[in-house]
Structure formats: C-alpha cells, structure tokens
C-alpha cells in the first residue's frame, strides 16, 4: 500500500540531496555559496535551525577540503582577530536560532526567517552591485575583530556567515587562490561556532547530526563537479546569475517573514 508518509520523507530528502548539490556545485566554482544556498532554499521546506543544522557537517568537510595549501599559517595569523571577534558573535547571539525552533515559536521563526532573507537580499545586491572596498592595512587591526564579531551576531541569527566577512575579505586585495582558502577559514570557523551554538541551544542532536552526515557526499560530489568546471566557465557571468538567484530567493524569505507578522 502506497505510504504518504514514507513518501513525504523521501522527497524531502531527494529535496535536501539536490540543494546540497546545488550548494557544492556552487563552492566548488567560486569559492562559497554551500551555507548560503543551504539555507536560503532549505528554509522554504523547514525551520531555519533545522537547516542550520544540516549544514555543519557538510560544511565542516568542505570548508576543511578548501583551505589546504601554501602560505595558509601568515593567512591564519592575518585573520586571527576576525575569527576571535566571529566566535565572539557567535556566542553573544547564541540560541537565536534554537530559540525560533522551539515549540510553539511561530514569530521566533517567522522572525529568523525575515533576517535570512534580508541578509541574502543584502549579500546578493552587493554582489550584482560588484562595490569592491578598499582596507588599508593599517585599519586592519581595529576593523577586522568589529567585522568578526558582526558576521557571528548575523551567523547566530540567520545561519548564514556571509555578512560582512565576505565583503570584508574581498577588499584585502588577497589573491584568487588566498582568498578562496581565506573564506574556506572564516566560513570553517563560523560553522565550527554554529554548531556549538546549535548544540547548545538543543537543536544539534545525534538524529540531526546523522542527517547532516548523509549530506556530505551530494555536497563533495558537487564540488568536486564544481571544481572541475571553475576554469571551463567565466567566473562573473556565473556570479551573476548565482546572484541574481539568491536576491529573488531572499526577496522571497523576507516577504513570507514579513507577511507572516501582518
């Protein structure tokens, strides 16, 4: 007998499979995207946390896979304070996300995701923008730590570690390979503080954790296609559409949010 249960979980999950595809593909060609995308799409079908969750071991692994190579500990020393300042943030909003799953939080969810959509929107106009800022050097002492703990307050409320360390990296003038081994390390960090954050609101149990297991491979084997199609492509053009896909997607999530409160 047909079982609408049974097949209600296994589309969710060939739905969860593909997005995780989708979000490697996407990493593998410029560098980021997994978290971003993961939730943005995944929080159409299920609670922000609940997504959050999902995300940390595939991201644990390719975030790991991407910051190997030359000259990675003069990078860790240069980016040290931004890192302390992320988990600082991280902490400081700590359970926002475990908050808005528990029972019965309707506006605790609706309200996360209002802020990941506004944080997608954010992220993705600045993109199609193409606004390239400038650090000096000499600002990066006091600047990179206020960044670091920025990103982790937005980390803690959305599950999305893009704003505004990503346009903060962006504008060290690193190099293309040193930048994409910069935002492996800040959005490694960042996962690292989410999932204990997670763990600690409650939301990050052994079933969640299992879940987030069995979506390493479709995010690896996406990737890896990623990867091998990064110089077969034009980098902005692909940037552009990603882009444009994630303004209509945080369009979307923002005005569900904000509708939801009405």
């Not at 995207?33 to 159409?44: D, K």
């Amino acid at each position: 007998m047909f079982d609408s249960a049974s097949s209600s979980a296994s589309l969710l999950w060939i739905v969860i499979a593909a997005v995780f595809v989708l979000g490697g593909f996407v990493k593998g060609v410029v560098g980021l995207g997994l978290p971003t995308i993961a939730m943005g799409l995944l929080s159409v079908v299920m609670a922000p946390a609940q997504a959050a969750a999902l995300l940390v071991v595939p991201s644990l692994i390719t975030n790991l896979w991407q910051i190997g190579g030359p000259g990675f500990g003069a990078l860790l020393r240069r980016l040290a304070t931004m890192l302390v300042g992320l988990c600082a943030g991280v902490a400081l909003g700590a359970g926002w996300l475990s908050g808005a799953a528990s029972a019965g939080a309707h506006g605790g969810r609706d309200w996360a995701g209002l802020a990941l959509g506004l944080a997608l929107v954010v992220y993705a106009a600045l993109g199609l923008l193409h606004r390239r800022f400038h650090v000096k050097p000499a600002h990066e002492p006091w600047l990179a730590p206020l960044v670091g703990v920025a990103t982790g307050i937005v980390t803690a409320a959305t599950g999305v570690f893009v704003i505004p360390a990503v346009p903060y990296l962006q504008s060290l003038g690193l190099g293309k390979d040193e930048l994409v081994r910069a935002l492996g390390l800040s959005f490694l960090v960042a996962t690292i503080a989410l999932g204990a954050s997670l763990g600690h609101g409650g939301t990050l149990h052994a079933p969640e954790l299992l879940g987030s297991l069995l979506v390493v491979l479709p995010a690896l084997a996406g990737m890896g296609a990623g990867q091998w199609i990064r110089s077969r492509v034009q980098p902005e053009t692909f940037k552009t559409v990603f882009f444009c896909g994630l303004l209509l997607l945080g369009l979307y999530l923002a005005l569900r949010g904000a509708m939801r409160f009405a």
